[in-house]
């Protein structure tokens, strides 16, 4: 037995008191004498063996903890998709006219970050779990418009925008210590609309509309330089927004004109395919289509209608998409599924925030902020704790405001 296998044989019968320093330095046989009973110590394989029942007994008991916690934030889910919980309002940065062009994501740390324009510039805010730190991250002209911000595999944050005075698409990439900003295309009049995605390979993409060409582009980034694999999209197209499936090809949603429907497009094995056509329900939909994949693999949409000023839903189901009307008004609709697989839509309804969330088959529909006024650019994302959060511009005060549903806490007894 080696020195050390015998130090830690000496440590389990100390802990268990199965041997004492005393006894252990006592001279004499070891041997009992003729008619002494057995020995009533363990093996130090007794001992190993429950050591390893307790540990066994330890990681069961984890286990189900953490089933009970998994039941737990279902059912809270499915109690909010029910029922109207309160929502926390307030105000992240009141600084001149500022909260234009909400996006909201947030960090692997679990806290809200925004990016918008806040007086002509580029703007970015980050909650570090007691206030908020803010960054002017470009301000080399009027920039910052349709911000949308993403946090990519290295858990760092990146900004797609427009640069307003010189009519060009930007990004902006943190590395932990230093922004860097890079002009992606300068053709003509371009970078509107932009919605910015991370793809598989870790690399950024960019949909926009192209104002000169009166198009929607696209621009991916390779690991060295941005290359423009247009979809191969005809005549006035608009409004886009950008995911990627889980087949790991990108896909857009965007409003065609001058039939002024909604469309969708996707990427192949090898090429785009061909455009279909999402919902033609009225003379003018589909204005600010929001796109995100469901935990079943399919597209979905939330858009605006501007015939009927309806907030519109639609979901491929296989090879169809079915699309009905979420709400009788909906502007700037900002769509993400929650854990619990269902659809939930933050939007605008005559200035004030107001939310969605499919239950069955129905809609709940909440007023978020019932203060707000001329509200605008709605964002909505869901926080580690499952709940949804919604920033969004305060058209009264020219502020930016974030709102995040309380979470559910059971019955409190009387005091």
């Known amino acids: 037995m080696h020195s050390t296998t015998r130090a830690s044989a000496l440590v389990l019968l100390l802990a268990f008191g199965l041997a004492t320093p005393a006894g252990l330095l006592a001279q004499g046989s070891l041997t009992p004498p003729p008619g ?19 540990q066994s007994q330890l990681a069961q008991q984890q286990a189900l903890l953490a089933t009970q916690q998994a039941q737990l934030t279902r059912l809270q889910l499915s109690i909010a998709g029910t029922t109207s919980f309160a929502w926390n309002v307030s105000t992240v940065d009141s600084t001149g006219q500022t909260g234009y062009f909400a996006s909201l994501a947030f960090a692997p740390d679990g806290q809200p970050a925004v990016a918008y324009r806040g007086n002509g510039t580029l703007r970015y805010a980050r909650f570090n779990g007691t206030s908020w730190a803010f960054t002017t991250v470009d301000a080399t002209s009027i920039t910052g418009g349709y911000s949308s911000l993403v946090f990519d595999s ?43 995605a991370i793809g598989p390979d870790g690399h950024p993409a960019i949909a926009y509309y192209d104002v000169t060409n009166d198009t929607v582009r696209f621009a991916r980034f390779n690991g060295t330089s941005w290359t423009f694999p247009h979809p191969p999209l005809q005549g006035a197209n608009s409004d886009p927004s950008l995911a990627f499936g889980p087949d790991g090809q990108p896909a857009i949603a965007y409003r065609k004109g001058p039939e002024l429907e909604l469309r969708y497009i996707s990427y192949g094995p090898s090429s785009w395919n061909s455009p279909v056509t999402v919902d033609t329900a009225s003379a003018n939909t589909g204005w600010f289509p929001s796109l995100a994949f469901g935990p079943d693999g399919q597209p979905a949409i939330a858009y605006w209608d501007a015939s009927f000023g309806d907030l519109r839903y639609a979901r491929r189901n296989g090879g169809i998409w079915v699309a009905a009307t979420v709400d009788s008004s909906g502007y700037t609709p900002s769509l993400a599924f929650g854990p619990d697989g269902q659809p939930a839509i933050g939007y605008v309804v005559n200035g004030v925030a107001r939310h969605a969330r499919l239950s069955g088959s129905s809609w ?14 709605a964002s909505l994302a869901f926080g580690p704790d499952g709940l949804p959060a919604i920033a969004y511009f305060y058209g009264q005060g020219f502020d930016l405001r974030l709102a995040r549903q309380l979470p559910f806490r059971g019955p409190r007894s009387a005091p």
């Open 36 to 54: 002494a009973p057995a020995p009533s110590q363990k093996s130090l394989q007794q001992l190993w063996d429950a050591l390893q029942q307790q």
């Open 154 to 196: 290295s858990g760092q944050p990146q900004i797609s925008y427009y640069d307003t005075t010189n009519g060009a698409l930007r990004h902006a990439k943190f590395n932990g210590a230093t922004w860097t900003l890079t002009t992606v295309d300068t053709t003509g009049d371009t970078g509107l609309d932009s919605s910015l």
């Open 364 to 377: 709940v529909l909440t007023t978020v902020d019932a203060q707000a006024s001329n509200g605008d650019y």
